[in-house]
């Protein structure tokens, strides 16, 4: 299911790059990525109603850069969803997730890409991250190679994904809006049978680019997302347990510990009585919205889970992708066919959603696929001239455990 792009012997690698009020970062971050010395990559701009001259920027100085455009202020974690559906749309082979405010080596891709070669169980890429206090060490230093190790955590400044990553365990959780999205993705990845690969390559982060001038908001959205985090993926044990370290963390008076670590800083930006005053709000607002946390536990990607009458099958959801507006329905029943025996006999097949311009679902029901959504586009209209406003709305109304792209 991997995405293959024919038009160039490389893999083709999209790098999407988050945006917010942060023209300022741009102007560093944008000059050190088109120092990139891989050559078959493009990069997007995925702009959260900047009110900055971000825009007028990027295109006066790097018109190359593709630019997608948010309706709603949909935070971090919608940000890189829209840029990943971008990238997908596209053929993408690999996808980077590139926080505006860092500088990055100009060969990060290509040696990134032989980690992967050397690691085919990888499916996410991370590397050693340098903080703005320490420029000197990010331009001192060489990337170190050979000392990948798969890792259970990674900085999220920079990720590189194998597009495959997105096609089996779905998009970020955008209930976390920004921070804690990355982690809880990497839960995700691990269970859809990934590994996360911990590189050699240094990348100088200045932090928290975008959110600068709110510095209680990111406070808040840390000590709100880890409680989340843990009433997602560990329960209300574990978010009891996530609870005392944070409490630990950020409003022991006498707490002694090395906060180098971002997380860690944040939880310490304030006195003990505010930071007090925190975490008691993110336990009232868990509180409120844990129905919605709930649901978002059954309903992320692979996580999809449904309690079917009498079996308690994971049912799965695949959305098909037709790229070339090409009639090519005759490859999408091989494909099923194909899929469909390697089920396993805990799976099944709950619903289909086709998106092209030239097939019907005729074909499919014939092929005994009765259950099918079928999203039929404008005739002989090439799937990348598709909206790609509609389109995202209805994967995100459909939420596919599996994404199929034929080219």
């Given at each position: 299911m991997k995405v293959e792009n024919s038009e160039n012997s490389q893999p083709l690698v999209y790098v999407v790059i988050p945006n917010k009020n942060g023209a300022v970062h741009l102007r560093y971050a944008l000059e050190s990525l088109f120092k990139t010395t891989y050559t078959n990559f493009r990069a997007v701009l995925v702009d959260n109603r900047s009110t900055d001259d971000s825009l007028l920027y990027v295109a006066a100085n790097f018109p190359q850069v593709e630019v997608v455009l948010n309706d709603t202020d949909v935070g971090f974690a919608g940000s890189v969803n829209k840029g990943?559906?971008?990238?997908?749309?596209?053929?993408?082979?690999?996808?980077?997730v590139f926080s505006n405010d860092i500088k990055v080596k100009p060969d990060w891709i290509d040696f990134t890409l032989r980690a992967f070669a050397a690691?085919?169980?990888?499916?996410?890429?991370?590397?050693?991250?340098?903080?703005?206090?320490?420029?000197?060490?990010?331009?001192?230093?060489?990337?170190?190679?050979?000392?990948?190790?798969?890792?259970?955590?990674?900085?999220?400044?920079?990720?590189?994904?194998?597009?495959?990553?997105?096609?089996?365990?779905?998009?970020?959780?955008?209930?976390?809006?920004?921070?804690?999205?990355?982690?809880?993705?990497?839960?995700?990845?691990?269970?859809?049978?990934?590994r996360l690969l911990q590189t050699g390559m240094p990348v100088w982060h200045y932090g928290e680019g975008s959110a600068a001038k709110k510095r209680?908001?990111?406070?808040?959205?840390?000590?709100?997302?880890?409680?989340?985090?843990?009433?997602?993926?560990?329960?209300?044990?574990?978010?009891?347990?996530?609870?005392?370290?944070?409490?630990?963390?950020?409003?022991?008076?006498?707490?002694?510990?090395?906060?180098?670590?971002?997380?860690?800083?944040?939880?310490?930006?304030?006195?003990?009585?505010?930071?007090?005053?925190?975490?008691?709000?993110?336990?009232?607002?868990?509180?409120?919205h844990l129905p919605a946390t709930l649901k978002a536990r059954r309903c992320t990607g692979a996580e999809r889970t449904t309690a079917a009458a009498g079996g308690g099958k994971r049912r799965l959801r695949i959305a098909i992708l037709n790229i070339t507006g090409g009639?090519?329905?005759?490859?999408?029943?091989?494909?099923?066919?194909?899929?469909?025996?390697?089920?396993?006999?805990?799976?099944?097949?709950?619903?289909?959603?086709?998106?092209?311009?030239?097939?019907?679902?005729?074909?499919?029901?014939?092929?005994?696929?009765?259950?099918?959504?079928?999203?039929?586009?404008?005739?002989?209209?090439?799937?990348?001239?598709?909206?790609?406003?509609?389109?995202?709305?209805?994967?995100?109304?459909?939420?596919?455990?599996?994404?199929?792209?034929?080219t």
């Open positions: 990943v559906l971008h990238a997908l749309s596209r053929g993408a082979n690999y996808i980077a690691h085919p169980a990888a499916g996410v890429a991370g590397y050693i991250e340098v903080p703005k206090e320490k420029e000197n060490i990010f331009f001192d230093s060489a990337p170190s190679g050979g000392i990948e190790k798969e890792v259970k955590a990674l900085p999220g400044c920079l990720l590189l994904f194998s597009a495959e990553i997105f096609l089996k365990a779905g998009l970020l959780d955008e209930g976390y809006f920004m921070y804690g999205e990355d982690t809880d993705f990497f839960v995700r990845v691990t269970r859809a049978g990934f209680l908001f990111p406070v808040w959205m840390t000590y709100r997302n880890a409680l989340r985090f843990s009433l997602k993926n560990s329960g209300f044990f574990g978010a009891v347990r996530m609870a005392a370290a944070l409490f630990y963390h950020g409003c022991l008076p006498h707490f002694d510990a090395d906060i180098s670590d971002p997380s860690l800083k944040r939880q310490r930006r304030y006195s003990a009585p505010v930071n007090l005053l925190l975490l008691a709000g993110s336990a009232g607002w868990n509180l409120w009639g090519i329905s005759g490859g999408y029943v091989r494909y099923l066919e194909n899929m469909l025996p390697r089920l396993s006999a805990s799976e099944e097949v709950e619903s289909i959603l086709c998106v092209s311009p030239k097939l019907s679902s005729v074909s499919y029901k014939m092929a005994g696929f009765k259950n099918i959504k079928f999203c039929d586009c404008r005739p002989a209209l090439p799937f990348k001239h598709f909206p790609e406003a509609e389109l995202e709305a209805r994967l995100d109304d459909f939420r596919p455990d599996v994404i199929f792209v034929p």
